[in-house]
C-alpha cells in the first residue's frame, strides 16, 4: 500500500478490500526518499484516489514483470511527485504534455513500456490536443487519465470535467452549461478515433469496482507489453478536499453523480491493432557508409575548368511565376559550381509567386560572395513585360539585358547595355517544348559573357533534368541558341 | 568532393544527420519547410525518425521526450512557432536536456509574413519562455554554415545538457549556395542521466521541480555557472580589417553579408571599415568588442528589428564609443549601396 494515503480507513468499511495485496509493490520505493529522507507518508490528501491508483499500477507493473522497462511521465497536478513514489524511469511534464512525450520516448525505445499518467485539467483541459493526436496516431502507450472533476493541486477549480451544478471556486454557484459548456467525455472522444486498442472508464467508488480499474490497468499495460497500440483508461476519483467531502463521502458522492455523467464501463478492446506497428529494430539499422551515400558526401566533382570572368556577374532572372525561372537560376548556380566558381542564388517568393512574377538572382563570382542580394544587376533576363519593367533600369551600365522577345513587345530602352532580343518562346515551340526558353536565352548568355561554358551546360543539364527523355529537346535548345547569336551578332 | 548546390534549410538536415541526428519532430511553417520537407525525406532513409507533430507545443514536447530518451534531437520553425515552443524550451532548459533548435527568422509581430527578419534576437537570445536561462545561440550566414553549425550543435548541446539554437533568417534559410559536406558521421554517445528503459537507467529521473528555496536557487546557480562557461569555452566571431578601423560595423546572418560587402567598398574609397560578425549570439563577443572599443569612432549595428542586438553591444562597449543602429523591419533588406552611402554621408566621405 501507498501509505499515508490512507487507503485503510478509505476501504475500512469494505471488507473485500483484503482481496488486495497488503505487501507494498515492488515497483513502488519502499521509502520516500525523494519526497523527505525517510519518508513513508505521500504527499496525498487522505481519501484522495491518487494514491489507490498509484498502487495498482505498480502492481501491474510487479505482475507482468516489466519494472526495469517503465518510464513513467509524470504530469502537471496533484499527481506532479509520482516519482516520489514509483520505482522505475521518471520523467515530468509540462501541464498536458505527456503524451507527447510519451509518444517521444517510445518512439525511441522500442522495448520500453511508457505511461502517460494526468488528471482532467492535464490531459481534458490544456493538453486535449496532445492526448488526442497520440491517441490518433496509435502510439504505443498507455495513459491512465485521473478524472476528479475538478483541479485538484491548484485549490479546486472547475476542470472541463466538472458536472453542472457542481460547485468550484470558480464555478461558485455551480457549472452552468449556458456559460462553462457541458462536461467533456474523454474515453468517448478517444473512442471515436480509429487507431487505439482499449479504451476503459472505470471508478473507485466501492471495492468491487476498484477490483475492476484494476483489470482494466493491467490490461492496459499488456497490451503495450504486447506491442498492440494505444491504450487509455479514465479512473473516476475522489477529491475529498476539493469536493469539501469526508473520504466517505466522496465515494458516495462520486457513485451517485460522477457515474451518471460518466458511465463505467469497457467502450473499446481490440484482439489486435489496427494497423501493424513499424518495429524499428528489425526494420535494421543503415550503416554510416549507406547514409554518407545517401546524402551523397562521396560524390565526384562533376567538371572543373578554369575560367576567368571578366568581372563578378549580378544575374537577375524575372518571369512569370511557372517560367521556369527559379530553376534556371539554380541551373545557372550550378554551372557555375562545375567552373569551379563561388555562386549564390537567391529566389523571391511568397505570395508573388502565385501567378505574379518570379525573379531569381544569381552571384557569380571568383571570391567568397558578400551579399547575396542582386540589388543592381549586370545581367538581366526578362522573360516577360512586367519583368523587363520592373528591372531595366536597375541594370548597371555596361551590363546586359536579354529579353525573350516572343513575350515582351517592346524593345529594351537602355542604350548603356547590350541588349539581345531572342524570341526564345517562338524557337523553344518550334522545337517542340516552351519550357526549354531559358535554356536559349542562358546559352546566349554563356556566350556573350563567357560565365560559363558551352560544355559544362551540356553536361549539367541531365544532371538536374529529372525526365531523362527531355535531354535530347534541351541539347537542341542550346544549339538553337548558337545559331540564333550567330545570325544576329553584328 | 563534390560541392552540393543547396538551400540553407536543406543544408539544416544534412549538417544534422550527419551529426548523428536520430529524430526530428515539426510543425511546418514558411520560410523553414524546407528543413521538414529534408528531413521528412533523408530521415526514414537514413534509418532515423521523421514526425509531423499536430504542432509546435507538441513538437518541442516530443523533443524533450527523446532527448530524456538519449536521442539526438532537432526541429525547425520560424517566429510564430518558436512562440509556441516558449514552454518547452524552458522545460528543457529546466531539466537540462540537451536539443537543437532552428529558427528561421520571418517578419512579425502576429503573424507579419514570411519575409526575412531578425527580430527574434530577444526571445531566443535572452531566454526563451519562463525562468533564468538560455542556450548556446549559433547564427549562421550562409548555406554551408547552416550545415556546419547544425553539424555542431549536437555536440555542443550534449556538453552543456543546453538547447543550442540555430539562429538565421528567411534569407539564409532560402539561399542556395554550394555546401561542401562534413565527411565522418558523429555518433550519439550513451548518457548516464538519460531514460533508456532499463535496469541501468531506471532510477534516472528528469524533472525541474525544486521545491525548497535554496535548492532552486542552487540549480539557476548551477545553470548560470553553465552559461558563463560557456562564456568562456566557445565564444565565436568572425573579424575583417579591423586592426586600424575608425568605423566598426556589428552584424550577424544575412545582414553581415551585405555589411561585409560594404565594409570592402568603404575601403576602396578609403573609409577605414573594420567588420565584427558573432558567430555566437549566446555567448556573446562582448569582451573583443570592449577591447575594440577604444580605438574606434563608432560602432554601426545593422539588423532586421527594432535594435535588439545593439544592446548587447552597447552592453559590452560600456559607453566607450558611440554605437548606432541601422535598421530594417518588415522584410525590408538594404542594399549593400544603401549601407555605403550612408555611412559616408555620416563621415564626409573620409
Ligand atoms: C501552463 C500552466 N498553466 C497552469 C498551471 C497551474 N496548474 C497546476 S496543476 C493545475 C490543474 C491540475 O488539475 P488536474 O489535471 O485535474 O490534476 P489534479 O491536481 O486534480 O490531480 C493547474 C491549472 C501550470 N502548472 N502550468
Ligand atoms: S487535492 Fe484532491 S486530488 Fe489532490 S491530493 Fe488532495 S484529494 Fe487528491
Not at chain 1, 464501463?265 to 549507406?290: C, E, I, Q, T, Y
Not at chain 2, 527580430?119 to 554554415?145: K, R
Not at chain 2, 546572418?253 to 567588420?275: D, E, F, P
Amino acid at each position: 500500500m501507498l501509505a499515508g494515503v490512507k487507503p485503510s480507513c478509505f476501504f475500512m468499511e469494505n471488507k473485500e478490500m483484503h482481496t488486495i495485496k497488503h505487501q507494498k509493490a515492488r515497483s513502488l520505493y519502499p521509502t520516500f526518499e525523494r519526497k523527505a529522507p525517510g519518508a513513508e507518508v505521500s504527499h496525498y490528501c487522505p481519501g484522495c484516489g491518487h494514491g489507490t491508483v498509484h498502487n495498482l499500477i505498480a502492481e501491474a507493473i510487479d505482475d507482468l514483470g516489466i519494472q526495469d522497462r517503465v518510464v513513467f511521465c509524470s504530469p502537471v497536478g496533484c499527481s506532479v511527485f509520482a516519482y516520489y513514489y514509483f520505482d522505475v524511469g521518471n520523467i515530468q511534464c509540462a501541464h498536458g504534455r505527456a503524451p507527447a512525450v510519451a509518444s517521444a520516448i517510445r518512439r525511441t525505445h522500442d522495448d520500453a513500456i511508457v505511461i502517460s499518467y494526468q488528471g482532467d485539467g492535464d490531459l481534458a483541459g490544456i493538453g486535449m490536443s496532445q492526448i488526442v493526436h497520440a491517441a490518433n496516431r496509435g502510439e504505443n502507450i498507455t495513459v491512465f487519465f485521473i478524472n476528479n472533476a475538478i483541479y485538484g493541486m491548484t485549490g479546486g477549480q472547475m476542470a472541463p470535467t466538472t458536472i453542472l451544478n457542481q460547485k468550484t471556486v470558480t464555478t461558485p454557484s455551480g457549472r452552468h452549461a449556458a456559460n462553462e459548456g457541458f462536461p467533456i467525455g474523454i474515453s468517448e472522444i478517444i473512442n471515436s478515433l480509429h487507431a487505439p486498442v482499449f479504451v476503459e472508464r472505470v471508478s473507485l467508488a466501492t471495492a468491487p469496482k476498484v477490483m475492476k480499474a484494476r483489470m482494466a490497468i493491467r490490461k492496459a499495460l499488456r497490451n503495450q507489453v504486447d506491442k498492440k497500440g494505444f491504450s487509455l483508461v479514465e479512473i473516476l476519483s475522489p477529491c475529498p478536499v476539493n469536493w469539501k467531502m469526508t473520504a466517505v463521502e466522496s465515494r458516495r458522492w462520486l457513485e451517485e453523480n460522477l457515474e451518471p455523467v460518466f458511465p463505467v464501463g469497457n467502450l473499446r478492446d481490440l484482439a489486435k491493432g489496427p494497423f501493424d506497428r513499424v518495429d524499428r529494430k528489425k526494420a535494421g539499422r543503415v550503416s554510416d557508409r549507406k547514409i554518407l551515400e545517401i546524402l551523397g558526401v562521396d560524390e565526384k566533382e562533376v567538371h572543373t575548368s578554369s575560367i576567368h570572368l571578366k568581372e563578378e556577374q549580378n544575374v537577375k532572372i524575372a518571369g512569370f511565376g511557372g517560367q521556369g525561372v527559379l530553376s534556371t537560376g539554380i541551373l545557372l548556380a550550378n554551372c557555375a559550381i562545375a567552373e569551379g566558381l563561388q555562386t549564390t542564388w537567391l529566389p523571391s517568393y511568397g505570395a508573388e509567386m502565385r501567378g505574379g512574377t518570379a525573379n531569381a538572382s544569381v552571384n557569380i563570382s571568383h571570391e567568397a560572395i558578400g551579399s547575396p542580394i542582386v540589388s543592381f544587376p549586370n545581367v538581366l533576363m526578362a522573360m516577360n513585360l512586367p519583368s523587363l519593367d520592373a528591372f531595366e533600369d536597375t541594370v548597371r551600365p555596361g551590363g546586359c539585358i536579354l529579353v525573350n522577345s516572343s513575350m515582351v513587345p517592346r524593345q529594351v530602352r537602355r542604350t548603356d547595355v547590350a541588349a539581345y532580343h531572342i524570341p526564345a518562346t517562338d524557337m523553344a515551340n518550334n522545337i517542340g517544348s516552351p519550357q526549354i526558353a531559358n535554356v536559349i536565352l542562358l546559352t546566349v548568355y554563356a556566350l556573350v559573357s563567357g560565365a560559363i561554358t558551352l560544355e559544362t551546360l551540356q553536361k549539367v543539364i541531365p544532371l538536374s533534368i529529372k525526365r531523362k527523355n527531355l535531354v535530347n529537346i534541351n541539347m537542341k535548345a542550346i544549339e538553337a541558341g548558337i545559331a540564333w547569336l550567330e545570325e544576329n551578332r553584328k | 568532393m563534390g560541392k552540393h548546390l543547396m538551400k540553407g534549410n536543406e543544408a539544416v538536415i544534412y549538417g544534422a544527420l550527419l551529426g548523428g541526428a536520430t529524430h526530428y519532430f515539426g510543425y511546418p511553417i514558411t520560410p523553414a519547410s524546407e528543413i521538414a520537407h529534408a528531413a521528412a525525406n533523408l530521415f526514414p532513409r537514413c534509418g532515423k525518425h521523421f514526425l509531423q507533430a499536430e504542432c509546435e507545443v507538441s513538437s518541442i514536447s516530443m523533443l524533450y521526450g527523446a532527448a530524456a530518451a538519449g536521442a539526438r534531437v532537432i526541429t525547425g520553425s520560424s517566429g510564430p512557432g518558436l512562440s509556441l515552443m516558449a514552454e518547452g524550451l524552458s522545460y528543457l532548459s529546466g531539466s537540462e536536456l540537451p536539443c537543437v533548435v532552428v529558427d528561421v527568422q520571418r517578419a512579425g509581430p502576429g503573424l507579419g509574413y514570411i519575409w526575412p527578419e531578425q527580430a527574434d534576437y530577444n526571445f531566443i537570445v535572452h531566454g526563451a519562455g519562463h525562468g533564468s536561462h538560455s542556450g548556446v545561440v549559433l547564427a549562421p550566414n550562409s548555406a554551408q554554415e547552416m550545415c556546419d553549425f547544425t553539424y555542431k550543435a549536437f555536440e555542443l548541446a550534449e556538453r552543456y545538457r543546453c538547447t543550442v539554437f540555430v539562429l538565421s533568417d528567411a534569407y539564409i534559410g532560402q539561399i542556395m549556395e554550394p555546401v561542401d559536406l562534413p565527411r565522418q558521421i558523429q555518433s550519439n554517445p550513451h548518457k548516464d542521466w538519460a531514460l533508456y528503459g532499463d535496469a541501468e537507467s531506471r532510477h534516472n529521473l528528469l524533472s525541474s521541480i525544486y521545491l525548497k528555496m535554496e535548492e532552486l536557487e542552487g540549480h539557476n546557480q548551477h545553470l548560470q555557472d553553465k552559461y558563463r562557461r560557456m562564456a568562456e569555452e566557445i565564444v565565436d566571431f568572425e573579424e575583417f580589417e579591423t586592426a586600424d578601423a575608425d568605423y566598426l560595423f556589428v552584424a550577424y546572418g544575412i545582414t553581415s553579408r551585405i555589411c561585409h560587402s560594404a565594409q570592402q567598398l568603404l575601403r576602396n574609397k578609403g573609409i577605414k571599415v573594420g567588420m565584427l560578425r558573432p558567430k555566437t549570439l549566446f555567448p556573446f563577443p562582448d569582451v573583443r568588442l570592449r577591447e575594440l572599443a577604444g580605438q574606434l569612432k563608432k560602432i554601426i549595428v545593422a539588423e532586421l528589428s527594432n535594435g535588439q542586438m545593439v544592446r548587447d553591444v552597447r552592453l559590452a562597449v560600456e559607453g566607450r564609443v558611440p554605437v548606432d543602429l541601422y535598421n530594417w523591419m518588415g522584410g525590408r533588406i538594404p542594399s549593400t549601396e544603401e549601407i555605403v552611402h550612408r555611412l559616408e554621408a555620416e563621415t564626409g566621405g573620409l
